[in-house]
């Protein structure tokens, strides 16, 4: 990942609500959710509010969008996330590795979109 690209993932994360957002839709899987979904458990956010974040946080690679019908799904970009997580760590733990040995076997076992449920073990 480029300094570039990676100063965008994290200055996209760096306001409150996107960082929510990101959390949710972690936790959401790849099955995604509504913006509408997400403006409710950000506690009744306005449209163009969360659309607003849901712009920046796209146009830093961390989420994706499709159509459902009427609706636009968002979930997290997996791939996108974890190479912003490799990139903080890559130098880590001067000879300490059982401190990111943990994180890089959890994404390891990320390939892609998830199909199923997200387990960490």
């Not at 839709?25 to 974040?53: D, Q, R």
Request: proline share 3%; charged share 20%.
């Amino acid at each position: 990942m480029e300094v570039k690209t990676a100063l965008a993932g994290f200055a996209a994360l760096s306001h409150e609500i996107r960082l929510r957002i990101i959390r949710m839709l972690v936790v959401a899987g790849a099955k995604g959710m509504a913006s509408g979904s997400i403006a409710s458990t950000l506690g009744n956010a306005s449209p163009s509010l969360v659309s607003f974040h849901l712009k920046e946080l796209e146009r830093a690679g961390l989420i994706e969008s499709w159509r459902e019908g009427k609706s636009i799904l968002y979930s997290a970009s997996w791939p996108a996330l974890s190479e912003l997580v490799t990139f903080l760590m890559h130098d880590c733990c001067q000879g300490h590795c059982e401190y990111c040995d943990k994180a890089i076997a959890l994404f390891a076992k990320c390939e892609g979109r998830p199909t199923g449920p997200i387990r960490c073990e």
